[in-house]
């Protein structure tokens, strides 16, 4: 990092996410910062290596309408994202069956708690398998890695014809019993 944002991350080293929320500053372009679907995220075609300033431009991260941006009190910037935001590297399983209770820890060492308010969704992958995201705040997800999604499959069970997995008293649907292949 260059200029003013060298130095950033010990001004700010275990901040929170900023209220973005409640800052409209004018949309002042596009700049040259990418997170790739990996997670890596990406500074004028280079990885910011630092995992302390990726901590930091996640906390000031927001979905608009039509894009990602970066936002301060003064400007707002957009960025491209390939995938989510943010990826999911582990899972916390507290209690069994529909007791249980699924804990996600972000890429950016951010904590998630598996509940209605922050569900669990599975959509269509490439090779036809599923891809598993958990809302981490705010319409920004994170991407579930695929070793975690093995981890859901063995917590899963059947509810009402649907396979799935319980967190918080809730029940997170993955694919229909009929479109699941019998290994019997």
């Not at 130095?7 to 409209?24: D, I, Y």
């Not at 910062?33 to 302390?52: E, L, Q, S, V």
């Not at 209690?95 to 969704?121: C, D, F, H, I, M």
Request: proline residues 8%; charged residues 25%; hydrophobic residues 40%.
């Amino acid at each position: 990092m260059t200029g003013a944002l060298r130095g950033l991350e010990q001004v700010f080293p275990e901040r929170g996410p900023a209220p973005v929320h409640l800052w409209n500053p004018p949309y002042c372009g596009e700049i040259d910062m990418r997170i790739a679907r990996d997670g890596t995220w990406f500074y004028n075609r280079t990885p910011i290596g630092r995992p302390a300033l990726v901590k930091l431009f996640s906390s000031i991260l927001r979905k608009d309408p039509e894009r990602y941006v970066l936002v301060t009190p003064v400007e707002r910037v957009g960025i491209v994202v390939e995938d989510a935001p943010f990826l999911g590297v582990e899972f916390l399983r507290e209690g069994e069956g529909e007791a249980q209770v699924l804990k996600l820890r972000t890429n950016v060492e951010e904590w998630v708690e598996v509940s209605a308010k922050n569900p669990l969704r599975f959509e269509p992958g490439d090779s036809g398998g599923l891809k598993p995201y958990v809302l981490v705040r705010a319409e920004l997800w994170a991407l579930v890695k695929r070793a975690l999604f093995y981890d859901l499959a063995a917590w899963g069970t059947e509810r009402d014809g649907f396979f799935g997995v319980w967190s918080a008293g809730t029940f997170f649907p993955m694919a229909s019993m009929d479109e699941l292949p019998d290994f019997s």
